[in-house]
């Protein structure tokens, strides 16, 4: 069964908080009440949120895959421990943008089936195996109409550090001719991908029609099929905050983790080959904050994002949730303690299940946050 990545589906109608009514009684506790209306211009969010946080991390994925596959070629052409650890490297770069990414995971990235021909968990290691005791050699073609389950990045994330239970280290004697063609030929498929993703956003969402509209001008000039005001691009932007947050609490890291520690599923801990789970699900939070603040962690400028528009309603709450979500990510990177533990480890010691139960509660807190005091305000946003 393949992960299922999941968007909350909210009803704005079900989350309209209720007006308090005048109390029989002096004693009755007050309720504070929500925001009767507020106004914000919403232009310069959807303009900074698309080009410089969706668009510029699409760009950075697209340039860091190309990056990869070059470092696949090297290893190829010249199989050394020195190439083998620069593709590692270059594996793990390249999942930062794509991992940050997934806080907007809505337009061609899933109309156009990229997210699972790129990251679809779990990996069929089985058919993998059969593939590389019966074939003769690996190209391009042939991979890419493969089923999604043996390409991707946990193909590639196998070949390179191997199986991930005793360490997540793989020497270049262990990586046979073989390995390294399907490793190449899978790296080639990977960008081709990220390169229409970049270009569904940027030149044509349509890859068979140059005429569609680019995706980024549907957000950047709402009144369309797709989103008829500028209220249903922020409530877009909003969802997919709040779909990722769920994701990582409820699924990422809640599924392999158990009810109890004997229950846990090391099968279930995703990006588990290179020990990279943890590095995953910060960068998954890290892209709600991208969105959130409206910039990127490089820039030290603040620019508009979600805040503006939470804080345009009621500035403590906005404050509030940008330390939440900074408290999760902390909390996230703690699970490794002191001896930097990998996630697939952790689940089973008990210190480091008390760790990970912190991060989810954090998480737990911040999807809350985000679904009721968040996304209610557009009830009350006056649009303009």
Known sequence: MLYKKTLVALSLSALLISGCGSSSSDEQPSVEQPPQGFTFDASELITNLTTDIIVSGYDELNTKAIDFHLATLTLLNTPTEENLDAAQLAWQEVRVPWEQGEAHIFGPVDALSIDPHLDTWPLNTSDLQTLLATQSGFTATEIQVWNDDVQGFHTMEYLLFGDGVNDNHKSISELTVLEREYLTAAAEVFSGYTDVLYKAWTVAQDPSDINSPAYQNLL????????????AVVQELINGMIGIVDEVANGKISDP???SIDTTDTSKVESQYSWNSLADFTNNIQGVQNVYLGRMPSQSSFDVGIYDFVKSADTVVADR?????????????????????????????????????AAIDALVIVQASLENDVLTLLNSWQTE
Do not use: C, H, W
């Not at 990177?333 to 760790?355: E, H, L, T, W």
């Open 321 to 357: 949730i940008d330390n939440e979500i900074s408290l999760a990510i902390e909390s996230i990177k703690s699970i490794a303690g002191d001896n930097d533990m990998p996630f697939r480890k952790a689940i089973n010691d008990v210190d480091g299940r008390v760790r990970i139960q």
């Open 220 to 231: 950047l000039t709402p009144d369309n099929d797709v989103y008829s005001s500028k209220l």
């Open 257 to 259: 983790f158990g009810t």
